[in-house]
């Protein structure tokens, strides 16, 4: 008896095992022709500074409008194209779209000093294909350089080889600017960030989220702004939703957030709305319902 249960246990596995694989190979296969059926499209979340309200930048992020679930946001189909290799033309994609709206936004004459789109590390290393994007994407719109921001992980700091040119300064001679996405999560020693003249880093939201109460991330988030201070780097704080979160960060030094306490990521037509005021207010978060 023992040992039927033992093998009913293992079909059971194995099914669901294979489930999960029907499942995932679905997904790729869903993921793959995406593209071609224009299934993404660009939410874009303005960063603030406080305490005027000017929106000093916005920051595209990818969403997938699945033909049967809905609109996925990154967490849902991002590690998947990172395993498979569809990272590179999807974040092509994001990229010739990002470049193809601040143009547009300059010819309105509302484009913020800041556009800002993530790579990553997946997508960043393919083989110097992503920096003739860029060059391409700049000369082919007649883009000012300095106002796409490309942010990037500690992670790819650190896959960076020292001592040599990389890609990173190669992006940097262009003009782009580059921000340290999720900064305080990686490994990366404090040295990458004098190595690589970074203009911003961005301090995790996961230290954003315990302030102004917890004593650890308080204390995170003060050593982070004053070193950021030291290096002469611009910052702004992920993930505000506060109003104790937003005094605790300007009291200590760092003026520019982003969070749903502003807005939340909207479509372009939405931020669009927002640039053409150029400026943001809790009282009047027009689209920060949730979505
Ligand atoms: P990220 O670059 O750190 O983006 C910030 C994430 O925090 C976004 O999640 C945003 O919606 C969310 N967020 C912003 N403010 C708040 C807040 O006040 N509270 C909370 N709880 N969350 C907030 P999202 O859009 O789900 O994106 C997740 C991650 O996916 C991004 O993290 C980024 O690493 C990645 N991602 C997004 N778009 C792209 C893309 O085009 N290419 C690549 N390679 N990665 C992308
Ligand atoms: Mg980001
Ligand atoms: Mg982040
Ligand atoms: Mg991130």
Known sequence: EAKSAGYNQR?????????????????????????EREEFELHYQPEIEWPSGRIIG???????????????????????????GLITPIGAWALAN????????????????????????AQFFTASRFESD???????????????EIELTE??????S??????IDRIRALGVRIAIDDFGTGYSSLEYLLTYRVNRIKIAQQFVRGLPHDPVSATIVRATIGLVQEFGCEMLAEGVETVGQLDFLVQAGCQSVQGFYFSRPVPAEEVTQLLRRGVIAP???ASNTPR
């Open 98 to 121: 990002v470049c193809r709206q601040a143009r547009l936004w300059r010819d309105l004459g509302i484009c913020p000093p800041i556009v800002g789109v993530n790579v990553s590390a």
């Open 162 to 167: 020292r001592g040599e040119t990389t890609a």
């Open 155 to 160: 992670s790819v700091l650190m896959q960076s």
């Open 11 to 35: 079909r059971f596995y194995s099914e669901a095992h294979d489930r999960a694989v029907r499942e995932r190979v679905t997904l790729f296969e869903e993921l793959n022709s995406a593209l």
């Open 134 to 148: 860029l060059a391409r994407e700049l000369d082919m719109r007649d883009l000012d350089p300095g106002t796409i």
């Open 58 to 84: 916005v920051e595209a992020l990818l969403r997938w409008n699945h033909p049967s679930r809905g609109l996925l946001g990154p967490g849902g189909f991002i590690p998947l194209a990172e395993r498979t």
């Open 283 to 285: 009282e009047d978060r």
